[in-house]
């Protein structure tokens, strides 16, 4: 077991909504990463953090945003959501920037209704 | 920008058939190769990775950089590994060490 965790494990909402997704890294990796998996894809990268700071995104707008806290959680925020923002949405921890082996959550299921 | 192509969706063998998983990348630069597996009901976890050239549960990985691959190899497929495959990449030029995925085999070894 890797030991990172996510919550919650399911969420329902509706167009236009928001929400945070939380995740728990493994102790002392100091970057997570965050991911969205579409159905029938692989993941893709959404933005990456580094000692609570942004290191890094991928090809997502503006209302993907996050955060990274010292106690080695973290959040994804996701503001007017959209039917395509439904997917599984994973968080993936590292040691440091040099380490390129990340350890990955269980996600969270994001449907938008 | 870099990319991965994984061309099969689906690979089906019989238990105790040789099983090659292929993997093709673009990226001019010097890249680092990941399989990442992720079994029925469980979390993606890391199978190999190119540096590290061990072998893993039976599976081996070469980096061949003239054919831009890193093809999963095993010479005789367990049901257990039965499971969804992911090839990722890794760009060590940059401070940012994002993967990039490709879109997944499904191996189904058959009794």
């Known amino acids: 077991e890797t030991g990172v965790t996510q919550s919650p494990t399911h969420l329902i909402k509706t167009r236009g909504q928001q929400v945070t997704l939380r995740c728990s890294s493994q102790?002392?990796?100091?970057?997570v990463s965050w991911y969205q998996q579409a159905l029938g894809q692989g993941p893709q990268f959404i933005f990456q953090?580094?000692?609570?700071?942004?290191?890094g995104r991928g090809n997502f707008p503006p209302r993907f945003s996050g955060l990274q806290f010292p106690n080695y959680s973290s959040e994804l925020n996701v503001n007017a959501l959209e039917l395509d923002d439904s997917a599984l949405y994973l968080c993936?921890?590292?040691?440091?920037?040099?380490?390129?082996?990340?350890?990955f959550g269980p996600g969270t299921r994001l449907t938008v209704l | 920008a870099q990319r991965v192509t994984q061309p099969e969706k689906l690979l089906s063998v019989f238990k105790g058939a040789p099983v090659e998983l292929k993997c093709n990348y673009s990226?001019?630069?010097?890249?680092?190769l990941f399989w990442y597996v992720q079994y029925s009901r469980q979390r993606l976890q890391l199978l190999l990775r190119?540096?590290s050239r061990e072998s893993i549960k039976g599976f081996t990985a070469d980096l061949n950089k003239g054919e831009t691959s890193f093809h999963l190899k095993k010479p005789f497929a367990q049901e257990e590994d039965s499971a969804m495959y992911y090839c990722?990449?890794?760009?060590?030029?940059?401070?940012?060490?994002?993967?990039?995925f490709g879109s997944g085999t499904r191996l189904q070894v058959q009794p």
């Open positions: 990226y001019s630069g010097s890249p680092e």
């Open positions: 993936a921890s590292s040691w440091d920037l040099v380490s390129s082996a990340q350890y």
């Open positions: 990722a990449l890794s760009v060590r030029d940059t401070g940012r060490r994002a993967l990039t």
């Open positions: 953090y580094y000692r609570e700071e942004e290191n």
């Open positions: 102790s002392g990796h100091n970057t």
């Open positions: 190119h540096i």
